[in-house]
């Protein structure tokens, strides 16, 4: 029978309780013992070699929960600005998951689902389960199961094996964390260490029960448009780098709308899109952009950004419309155009020529006949209605300069075009 082989340890003792005769007559103030070292524990799964990865039949991506969005046994974390609605929304989530409803665009799996509410009352939570559940016009939520866990004075740790214990038995195919803050006590969101051991927690969570887990968490303060999707949470990018789905929710320019963001490790990527409050949930609105993000406000905005929109009216003077084209060519949104286009008016470093029809540098004087044909065909005018146009704009200089030099009408007045 083979031993493990012992090990050396000295345990120091006091001088007068250890035998002069076993220190061996020196003054050494320990004594030598040996013990069986324990044996080396291995819990690494086995190595899979590629061929063998390839030909395993019994392998195959766990069910999706929300189609195209997120699998069973992943993360997913939901980001948005404070009081933006995250709590609304996952309530929604859990309702359509536990009724196979559709959650905003995507199809859902009906399936258990358990939601840890970590902040509100379940007086609060009743009345929102309710209202949401009327404007779906559903009755039946029993796959949906709810833990308040407001005011509970444990750490993640000790709340982590209580969860696993309740939970027991169970089959939930979904796990909510609301809010995500809320575990967080004690620690730093903005230490790598810190989120890194959450994140390592809540993995726990989905190995021992085989649940998707979706938790919320807020963004970052400042204004979010400027930033990638998910460089927009608040705190270490652990966070963003962790989950395989994030879904993120950045104030749209229209009220009450927010662009819809996705960032999937395992699935397609999709395109952004536009929802819409239509309380207690949130709609699609396919008629906007979501490349129109809200701005906080016009101090976000620099003579860096301002500038290169002037520059567009060198060349020529610019209807409204014609200048807006030039600037979408350039990359900027509609919204972002007559949003600077504001501040420029006043800061009064443009203005419109006489009639209010054509745009300038401040300072720039310009003839009623000035007007570029070349600029109108590349915005879409043929040039035959350009000249129709500018005949158009050029006839009341025409007639009222006949009215004061006498000049005949057949007369064509002189063009001086700007370079």
């Known amino acids: 029978m083979d031993y493990p082989a012992p090990s050396i340890s000295i345990n120091p003792l006091p001088q007068s309780s250890v035998p002069t005769r076993l220190m061996g007559g020196t003054d050494s103030p320990g004594i030598i013992c040996l013990k069986p070292a324990p044996a080396p524990s291995n819990t690494l799964p086995n190595i899979d070699g590629g061929n063998v990865l390839l030909a395993d039949r019994t392998l195959a991506a766990p069910r999706e929960l929300v189609a195209g969005l997120l699998h069973a046994g992943t993360k997913c974390v939901l980001g948005g600005s404070s009081k933006a609605g995250k709590t609304w929304l996952l309530l929604a989530l859990a309702v359509c998951i536990a009724t196979g409803t559709l959650f905003l665009r995507w ?10 509410n970590l902040e509100i009352h379940r007086a609060f939570i009743k009345q929102r389960l309710q209202t949401i559940a009327a ?6 939520l029993s796959n949906l199961h ?14 982590l094996e209580q969860i696993i214990e309740r939970i027991k038995g169970e089959r939930y195919a979904l796990i909510i ?31 021992r029960t ?15 448009a400027k930033k990638k999707a998910m460089d927009r949470l608040s705190g270490s990018g652990v966070l963003a780098r962790d989950a395989d789905t994030i879904i993120t929710l950045t104030e ?3 009220e009450g709308c927010y662009a819809v963001e996705m960032t999937l490790r395992n699935l397609p990527p999709q395109p952004a899109f536009v929802a819409e409050w239509d309380f207690p949930v949130m709609k699609e609105r396919r008629d906007l952009d979501p490349a129109d993000l809200k701005r906080a406000g016009d101090e976000d905005i620099q003579d860096d950004d301002l500038e290169p929109l002037v520059d567009l009216l060198d060349e020529n003077p610019l209807t409204t419309g014609e200048w807006q084209a030039a600037a979408e060519r350039e990359d900027y949104s509609k919204a972002t155009f007559y949003r600077m286009k504001q501040k420029l008016v006043a800061a009064k470093r443009v203005k419109m020529d006489q009639t209010a029809t054509f745009w300038t540098r401040a300072g720039d004087d310009i003839s009623q006949s000035q007007v570029s044909a070349v600029s109108r065909v590349e915005t879409g005018e043929t040039t035959e209605t ?6 158009r704009q050029a006839a009341p200089v025409a007639r009222a300069s006949q009215e004061i030099s006498g000049i005949s009408s057949n007369s064509q007045p002189q ?3 700007r370079h």
């Open 146 to 159: 709810i833990l308040t866990l407001r005011g509970q004075g444990v750490d993640f740790d000790t709340l």
């Open 386 to 391: 350009a000249q129709t146009n500018s005949a």
């Open 415 to 417: 063009t001086n075009r």
């Open 107 to 116: 199809p859902t799996t009906a399936c258990l689902v358990l939601y840890i």
């Open 210 to 224: 085989g649940a998707a887990v979706v938790y919320a968490h807020h963004f970052t303060k400042g204004n979010a």
């Open 177 to 207: 964390l609301d809010p995500l803050y809320k575990l967080m006590v004690g620690r730093s969101e903005n230490t790598a260490g810190s989120v890194g051991v959450l994140c390592h927690q809540i993995e726990q969570l989905i190995e």
């Open 135 to 140: 404007k779906m016009g559903l009755t039946d």
């Open 252 to 254: 749209h320019q229209e």
